[in-house]
């Protein structure tokens, strides 16, 4: 089999293995070429084509050309690895590259070192090998940048995040610089090999009360923990990181540069450098990658700048020594090794190169490559941007350039003649809506409202053209933790509008990736609801003209009056008459203050009837005055009041505030639009009452309702609904429904803003137009315009009519039924119970045929006379004989009630 192998090298057929490239002719055992092999694990096929280009470069320069043979193998497959090292031996190489699997490459460090191959590995190592060659700036240079860094920042405390127990040693030369008086350090591990979820450690770190952080890590673990603290909430203006991996210019950005969390970092290169440039070119070229418009080194990893550089290095030590490689047996363990091979290591090491690296200067003190400078980078809104430079022996000092305003159309800055795209909602009057037309209308003309006149007030003061395209009824989310957006803002942000305009509430959470005009428009969060219906009058409403004390005062005040008057009476002498006054010499004289007369004496008083009874002494006529006097007082204060109570019909309504809403009082059940920022209100509150109808949300989401006029639909359907809606809009509506009502005081205070493109370079002018149409009374008469103009005024127009209304049975029922339970219990008093029980009496007749005779008198209407009790009777007939009919006369007319003489 060897001798196989060998003989395909010598006859160069070992193409077929691998790739050769650099030379014409690569028979490095016959001295015309050195062989490089690349043995990698990079399936993108970068770090390839970076050694390819690194060798053709190289090759320009030198008169024993570089030759390239690479080797793919399966990432951490040291036996794959070590079997292409040995046809690589077999072919005589010169210099072996090794993968990033760092298992394999220590592995096949061994291997080489024991055949005294020069081996090279791009990444960072816990130990200078004494034997490989490493262009990695070593861990305590890393950890010398991260000191001048955080000195700068002058922290007190900090969190010390690592990914493995090798980059411990970074924090071990931290805390060696430091001293016993350093800041107070944290250490917590995210490890890549728990399922890649650092979660548990964010939520920790987010808990803590520490919010700078220190992360150090392989390349894909710190990419992937800057992508989890996102999620957990701890990407913002309150932390800090700095990152300790020099690849963090190749890391996804984009959804950092507005979190406004401070990211700074370091980079061993620029991505202006003309070597980058080439080779992301040549990337370009080979691969078809895209160049990144702004930042060319993103695409270039560390790996692949220091494998280009230690080409450069091989390049350059072969123009100073010799180099045979020869052919070795890897199987075959004495004295079979290169035999030049450690000295051109060592020779490697001792060169000092200053030019055409990408990493920058090269040079190494003992096996630890030294002399280099780090870019320090921070991530601004731009990008990556350069904040100073740190040099060993040098104290670090931030050097900020002047804030470069990085956008490139912004020309002088003026809107004329730009046209922009603006999100509008056709289904939310008044802010848009369809124009009914009989003729088909296309473009801007189609749409009309408050938004749409705001637009175009904008337009004329700024100069600007504009597209309106219906955005549908989704303003739109952001959501931190799947970092995505929705609706009108996934628009803005993807960049397919520039505006959105519709009642559009300006929130946090919105504003993280978008941005908002000033608020043209105040609002809060409010009830919408049917109007208290009205209640049925009482049936004693008359008696509400004076409260229950009143009313109860009154008859203690007649009860003590009329007994005032018997009391009075009796003791005038004055009061005392003679009944008789045809005889001057009475023998008794009689008193007409009776307690019943006192009774009815005061009644007709108090009822302003007077009566025929006139007090003659002066005690019983001052109290008499008196008693007329407070009745005067009380009947007009009575009547005074009687119409309003009368006509009072007390509108009630189950709800009357949230709190009636949150208890579901009588069963009103309530709901929002389901995507706006009214249910997000509710959704992340910490208000008992708010959670609490959060809670009730959530459970009957057949309540929340895609928008708002399906909102004022359910509710006026009347079936106990009530929706949360803003001021505004429930003024738009109240106005237009008139049986619709607000109820309760608003929830909170917001506004509606107009949004745009985060950092759009237009916001000043636009929010100095906005404020110029507030200040002109432009905003307060599209206002009126659109919410008490058009479409408004029926129900104005209904209660102007409305008159003072009519008194109907309802509201005078109750002195009906006084009426009639009166007549009732007179009636029942003077003829059927008293009178007849006292003649039947009498007459010594049953009571019941007294009591029918004396109903037949009563109604047999057509006679107006009745005869005194006669012999016809039925008292005669009753009676028994032995009563004559003188007798009876004479007792009739006795015991005859004086009324009923009458
Ligand atoms: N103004 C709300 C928003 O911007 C929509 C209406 C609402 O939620 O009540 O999402």
Redesign the pocket.
């Known amino acids: 089999m060897e001798f196989w192998l060998i003989l395909l090298a010598i006859l160069g057929l070992n193409r077929v293995q691998g790739q050769i490239y650099g030379g014409s002719s690569y028979g490095a055992a016959s001295g015309q070429a050195i062989r490089l092999g690349l043995i990698t694990d990079d399936e993108t096929d970068r770090i390839r084509q970076t050694f390819e280009h690194a060798i053709s470069v190289a090759n320009n320069e030198l008169s024993v050309p570089l030759v390239g043979q690479t080797e793919q193998v399966s990432y951490g497959n040291s036996v794959q690895a070590f079997a292409q090292l040995c046809n690589m031996m077999q072919s005589g190489v010169g210099a072996v590259f090794g993968p990033a699997a760092k298992h394999t490459a220590s592995h096949l460090l061994n291997a080489c070192d024991s055949k005294d191959i020069p081996f090279v590995y791009p990444h960072l190592s816990g130990n200078a090998q004494a034997d490989g060659f490493n262009l990695h700036p070593h861990q305590e240079d890393i950890a010398n940048a991260l000191y001048g860094i955080i000195k700068q920042f002058d922290w007190s405390r900090f969190i010390f995040c690592y990914e493995s127990p090798e980059y411990l040693a970074i924090l071990d030369h931290l805390m060696t610089l430091y001293g016993i008086k350093g800041p107070v350090i944290k250490v917590m591990r995210y490890d890549l090999n728990l399922n890649g979820n650092y979660k548990s450690v964010l939520r920790r770190i987010r808990k803590s009360e520490d919010s700078r952080i220190v992360v150090v890590g392989s390349r894909e673990g710190v990419a992937e923990l800057l992508r989890q603290a996102q999620q957990v909430g701890i990407m913002n203006e309150d932390y800090t990181y700095v990152i300790g991996n020099l690849d963090l210019h190749t890391f996804e950005l984009e959804e950092y540069k507005y979190s406004e969390a401070n990211i700074t970092g370091i980079r061993m290169f620029s991505p202006d450098q003309e070597e980058v440039r080439d080779l992301v070119e040549r990337l370009h070229q080979e691969l078809g990658e895209s160049e990144p418009a702004d930042n060319g080194a993103s695409t270039i990893t560390m790996a692949m700048a220091l494998t280009y550089d230690a080409v450069r290095v091989i390049a350059e030590t072969t123009k100073h020594l010799p180099y045979q490689p020869q052919i070795l047996n890897c199987s075959e363990r004495h004295d079979n090794v290169q035999p030049d091979g450690s000295t051109f290591r060592n020779y490697m090491r001792s060169l000092e190169i200053k030019e055409k690296t990408i990493t920058g200067r090269i040079f190494f003190e003992g096996n630890v490559r030294k002399g280099f400078t780090f870019d320090v980078i921070e991530l601004q809104t731009s990008g990556l941007v350069k904040v100073g430079t740190w040099e060993e022996g040098q104290e670090f000092e931030f050097k900020r350039p002047a804030q470069v305003i990085n956008f490139n159309d912004i020309d002088d800055g003026s809107l004329v003649n730009k046209t922009f795209k603006v999100l509008i909602s056709v289904a939310t009057k008044p802010y848009a809506s369809l124009v009914d037309s009989i003729d088909t209308l296309i473009g801007n003309n189609q749409y009309q409202g408050y938004g749409v006149d705001l637009i175009k007030e904008l337009a004329d003061k700024l100069g600007f053209n504009f597209t309106f395209l219906d955005g549908g009824i989704d ?1 739109g989310s952001f959501n931190k933790t799947t970092n995505t957006t929705t609706g009108m803002l996934k628009e803005i942000v993807e960049g397919r509008a520039d505006l959105a305009i519709t ?3 300006i929130t946090s959470e919105r504003e993280e990736v978008i941005d908002f005009s000033i608020p043209f428009m105040n609002l809060g ?1 409010a009830i919408l609801y049917v109007k208290p219906q009205k209640a049925p009058p009482a049936l004693f409403s008359f008696m509400d003209p004076f409260s229950e004390e009143v009313w109860l005062y009154l008859g203690i005040a007649y009860v003590g009056v009329s007994l005032c008057f018997f009391i009075l009476g009796r003791l005038s002498p004055t009061e005392w008459d003679n009944p008789f006054p045809c005889i001057e010499e009475p023998e008794e004289l009689e008193n007409q203050f009776t307690i019943n007369n006192s009774l009815w004496f005061t009644t007709g008083a108090l009822l302003q009837q007077g009566s025929e009874i006139a007090p003659k002494s002066l005690s019983t006529r001052t109290i008499a005055a008196i008693w007329w006097f407070f009745t005067l007082i009380m009947v007009s204060s009575y009547t005074a009041n009687l119409a309003a109570f009368l006509t009072i019909e007390n509108p009630t309504s189950p709800i009357n505030s949230v709190e009636d809403l949150a208890d579901n009082k009588e069963g009103v059940q309530y709901g ?2 389901r ?5 997000n209100f509710f959704l992340t509150s910490e208000d008992p009452i708010y959670m609490k109808m959060n809670e009730y949300m959530t459970n009957n989401p057949s309540m929340l309702l895609d928008n ?1 006029q399906d909102g004022v639909e359910k509710v006026k359907s009347g079936n106990k609904y009530a929706f ?3 001021s505004t809009s429930i003024e738009f509506n109240t106005v237009r429904e008139c049986n619709l009502t607000k109820v309760g005081d608003a929830l909170d205070e917001k506004g ?1 803003g107009i949004a745009m493109v985060k950092n759009w370079p237009y916001r000043d002018k636009f929010n100095n137009a906005l404020l110029e149409l507030q200040e002109q009374g432009v905003l307060a008469r599209l206002k009126n315009k659109w919410w008490n103009e058009i479409g408004a005024g029926v129900c104005s127009a209904k209660s102007s009519s409305d008159g003072p209304s009519e008194l109907g049975v309802d509201n005078l029922s109750g002195i009906y039924a006084v009426l009639a339970v009166g007549t009732i219990i007179s009636i029942i008093f003077s003829i059927f119970c008293w009178c007849i029980f006292k003649k039947a009496k009498s007459y010594e007749v049953p009571f019941c045929d007294a009591l029918v005779e004396e109903f037949k008198i009563v109604i047999r209407f057509s006679e107006n006379e009745r005869a005194l009790k006669s012999a016809q009777s039925v008292y005669s007939r009753s009676r028994n004989s032995s009563h004559s009919i003188e007798s009876l006369k004479t007792d009739s007319e006795e015991n005859m009630p004086p009324e009923e003489a009458d």
């Open positions: 303003y009642d559009l509430t969060i929002a639009k995507t706006g920022s009214t249910r708002n949360l809606m803003e509606y």
